[in-house]
Antibody, heavy 120, light 110 residues
Framework: QVQLVESGGGVVQPGGSLRLSCAAS????????MHWVRQAPGKGLEWVAF????????YYADSVKGRFTISRDNSKNTLYLQMNSLRAEDTAVYYC?????????????WGQGTLVTVSS | QSVLTQPPSVSEAPRQRVTISCSGS????????VNWYQQLPGKAPKLLIY???LLPSGVSDRFSGSKSGTSASLAISGLQSEDEADYYC???????????FGGGTKLTVL
């Protein structure tokens, strides 16, 4: 069965950096686009970034463009999100989500999420 | 302010039917598929409806989706207490080059 397991969350000071990982199993990781979606405490869902199955195209929300970088290692079945210049408003649960093969949506499987807290 | 507009909350009695609306524009709903997600309290979201009106395997047929122009709707019939959750619509936006979500609708089963 499809499993997505995020890790790497924690507490970081404003201006700091953090790298999230998402370990995928139960499907051919290298054939599917992948996303990061976040949810601030008590708020709704916000899409963060998308990477195509082969890493050839990447898209970002305006709120993170220039600060966050999505990447993947298909040999390790792992998705990453490098987060730099973190701000208080980046505090959220970060989910990785599996996309379809050729298109960008829907997100048909989600991980359980990892909490990132940006605070001094 | 979300790009897609949903009512913040809806409520209805058990065994009744409720609809949740999702309004967008030509750059998102008007030109791309709408997907709906259910988020139970304390849980990760789950795909509920994809490509406007298709049900993933394992999702009850009490859920249905529709789309017309730049608006979409999620309908839930035969309401049960276990349907209490937050529901989100989402679509790709051609102008923003990204996925946009609605603000979410909290369903209360009275």
């Amino acid at each position: 069965q499809v499993q997505l397991v995020e890790s790497g969350g924690g507490v970081v000071q404003p201006g700091g950096s953090l790298r999230l990982s998402c370990a995928a199993s139960g499907f051919t990781f290298s054939s599917y686009g992948m996303h990061w979606v976040r949810q601030a405490p008590g708020k709704g869902l916000e899409w963060v970034a998308f990477i195509r199955y082969d890493g050839s195209n990447k898209y970002y929300a305006d709120s993170v463009k220039g600060r966050f970088t999505i990447s993947r290692d298909n040999s390790k079945n792992t998705l990453y999100l490098q987060m730099n210049s973190l701000r208080a408003e980046d505090t959220a649960v970060y989910y990785c989500a599996k996309g379809p093969t050729a298109a960008t949506t829907p997100f048909d499987y989600w991980g359980q999420g990892t909490l990132v807290t940006v605070s001094s | 302010q979300s790009v897609l507009t949903q009512p913040p909350s809806v409520s209805e009695a058990p065994r009744q039917r409720v609809t949740i609306s999702c309004s967008g524009s030509s750059s998102n709903i008007g030109n791309n598929a709408v997907n709906w997600y259910q988020q139970l309290p304390g849980k990760a979201p789950k795909l509920l409806i994809y490509y406007d009106d298709l049900l993933p395997s394992g999702v009850s047929d009490r859920f249905s989706g529709s789309k017309s122009g730049t608006s979409a709707s999620l309908a839930i019939s035969g309401l049960q207490s276990e349907d209490e959750a937050d529901y989100y619509c989402a679509a790709w936006d051609d102008r923003l080059n990204g996925v946009v979500f609605g603000g979410g609708t909290k369903l209360t089963v009275l």
